[in-house]
């Protein structure tokens, strides 16, 4: 594992010609993690050092001194806080996935730059931060309950998301695969008949099985030698197919409601982005499997290559590049014309796996003006609170808020200031006193309806059989 850290390294950079990035902004899965079938699950040190070279990958792409693709005006070696956005579900593997991409997007200072990881105190003493001087990259954690969390995993807590997922269920397609894999299927119930419960060992629980099987695969020698790895590939194919349809249906867009979420937190993030003239210049939100496909869905990605109807691997990452077309160009003053956008993907983080460019929307190019990508996005996005709230007939304790009486506009003017991705971007332009005491004002009714909901959150949570659509137990 070191050996390919150290190769990453020290991969001598080609510079891009007739390109000028400004700014990235970057979503990633988790890496290794014991199985969520599993309460209290946890990233492994394979998980860690997969995030950990995925911000390495980056690094040397986006920020490193001769990084093919540096970003303009970026900070190589020690972190500027002003340059850097990074949000995260407040939960366990999808926050850790941040810190550990952070420090390999970053490193520790002493391994970079002696000087600067030392500061001299007033009497003279020279001092490093701990750990050789390792550098914290400030990660917003969007609480489960919190509106912004939305936007990293729109799905949760959705129940038009979780009533039309469960149309899958009744559909000619699924009880045809249903039927047509139990044989393949009963193999397993000796491993997994225990823990599944025996009728449960079926395309039912297609990805709870290839999750058991999988994460036993990976961390569990005794067990990894009664799984044959051909039997596995067929348990993920299947798993790839019952996660795209619980995701994607291109008749009925509820079951998209997920991409749609993330295409309006990528939105708000690009907009802040470019409102600060890319003062912000890596920017990274993490999330889900599941978030993953829908939006692939929703870009029409699937129709690019039937590849993007499985699952990504783990520590995948997507990546939003905003360029200029020219060397060294400055901010162009008419964005939506002259700025442009394109879309990435890494899937997983295989030393031979690289960050590819694909067209978006249908498209033939990858590269879009910024504007005309914008509106795309926008055409598909959920692009607020109050609008998500709407779609998924939502209860959480914030869309209560919302639609009570004479405090629409309170909350309103919450979601946009202090909570909103965008301003914690653009350094809180444009958040005045104002808005500040109806956010107070918001925020205390927020809290007042929490208590009084307490009980309805749980009840609200999805059908058991999917493990993932309950509120503690997110899909990772
Ligand atoms: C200098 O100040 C630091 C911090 O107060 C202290 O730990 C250190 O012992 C001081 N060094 C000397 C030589 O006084
Ligand atoms: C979900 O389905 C239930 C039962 O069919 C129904 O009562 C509820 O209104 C639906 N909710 C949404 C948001 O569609
Ligand atoms: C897709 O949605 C349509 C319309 O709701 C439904 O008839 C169809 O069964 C769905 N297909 C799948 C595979 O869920
Ligand atoms: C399911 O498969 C069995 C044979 O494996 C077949 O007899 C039966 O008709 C199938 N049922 C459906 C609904 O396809
Ligand atoms: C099978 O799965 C269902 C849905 O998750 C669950 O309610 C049931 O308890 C499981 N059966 C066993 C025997 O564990
Ligand atoms: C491996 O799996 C077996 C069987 O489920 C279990 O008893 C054992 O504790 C597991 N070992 C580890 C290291 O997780
Ligand atoms: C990513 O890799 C997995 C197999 O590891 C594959 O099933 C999936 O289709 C790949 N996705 C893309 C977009 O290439
Ligand atoms: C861009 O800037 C770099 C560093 O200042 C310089 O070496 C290079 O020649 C410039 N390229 C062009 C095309 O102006
Ligand atoms: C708000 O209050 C008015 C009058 O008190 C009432 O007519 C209206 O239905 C209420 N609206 C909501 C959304 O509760």
Redesign the pocket.
């Known amino acids: 594992m070191f050996k390919s850290i150290i190769l990453l390294t020290v991969v001598a950079a080609v510079p891009a010609f007739g390109r000028t990035v400004h700014s990235v902004l970057v979503f990633s899965r988790h890496g290794d993690r014991t199985s969520k079938f599993y309460k209290n699950y946890q990233m492994t040190n394979l998980g860690a050092v997969q995030c950990f070279n995925s911000g390495t990958y980056y690094r040397n792409r986006y920020v490193a001194a001769r990084a093919s693709d540096q970003i303009a005006g970026i900070s190589p070696p020690d972190v500027d806080h002003s340059q850097l956005w990074f949000s995260a579900p407040d939960q366990s593997v999808l926050f850790q996935t941040a810190q550990n991409f952070a420090q390999g997007l970053y490193p520790p200072l002493g391994s970079l730059d002696e000087d600067l990881a030392t500061e001299e105190l007033a009497n003279g003493t020279s001092i490093e931060s701990p750990l050789n001087g390792y550098q914290c990259i400030h990660i917003q954690g969007e609480a489960e309950n919190a509106p912004d969390t939305i936007w990293l995993k729109g799905d949760d807590e959705c129940?038009?998301w979780?009533?039309?997922s469960k149309e899958y269920k009744v559909s000619d397609q699924y009880q045809q695969t249903l039927n047509s894999s139990q044989g393949f299927y009963d193999q397993f119930v000796p491993l997994l008949g225990d823990i599944l419960g025996l009728e449960n060992v079926s395309y039912a629980q297609a990805y709870n099985v290839f999750d058991l099987l999988n994460t036993a695969y990976v961390q569990n020698a005794s067990v990894s030698e009664q799984i044959v790895s051909e039997d596995l590939a067929e348990a993920r194919y299947l798993a790839d197919e019952w996660e795209w349809n619980m995701n994607f249906n291109a008749s009925n867009l509820?079951r998209v409601i997920g991409g749609m979420s993330l295409a309006g937190g990528i939105l708000r993030q690009l907009e802040a982005v470019v409102q600060d003239e890319a003062a912000t210049k890596f920017s990274l939100m993490t999330g889900s499997y599941d978030t993953f496909l829908a939006f692939f869905g929703l870009v029409d990605l699937a129709s690019v290559s039937t590849d993007f109807m499985g699952l990504p691997d783990y520590a995948s990452t997507m990546a939003f590049e905003v360029f200029s077309e020219a060397d060294n160009a400055s901010f162009p003053t008419n964005p939506e014309d002259d700025l442009r956008i394109r879309y990435l993907f890494r899937n997983g983080t295989g030393s031979d796996e690289e960050l590819t460019a694909y067209p978006l929307f249908g498209q033939e190019d990858e590269a879009m003006a910024y504007g005309a990508f914008m509106s795309s996005l926008r055409d598909r996005a959920i692009t607020s609170v109050s609008g998500w709230c709407k779609r998924?007939?939502?209860n959480a304790d914030f869309c209560l808020a919302e639609t009570s009486n004479g405090t629409a506009e309170q909350v309103t003017a919450t979601e946009s200031s202090g909570s909103a991705l965008s301003n914690a971007a653009a350094g809180g332009i444009g958040a005045g006193v104002t808005i500040a005491v109806v956010a107070i004002l918001g925020l205390a009714l927020w809290v007042f309806l929490s208590k009084r909901r307490k009980q309805t959150w749980s009840s609200m949570i999805g059908e058991k059989t999917r493990s993932d659509s309950g509120s503690s137990s997110n899909v990772v």
């Open positions: 129940p038009a979780t009533n039309d509820d998924c007939g939502a």
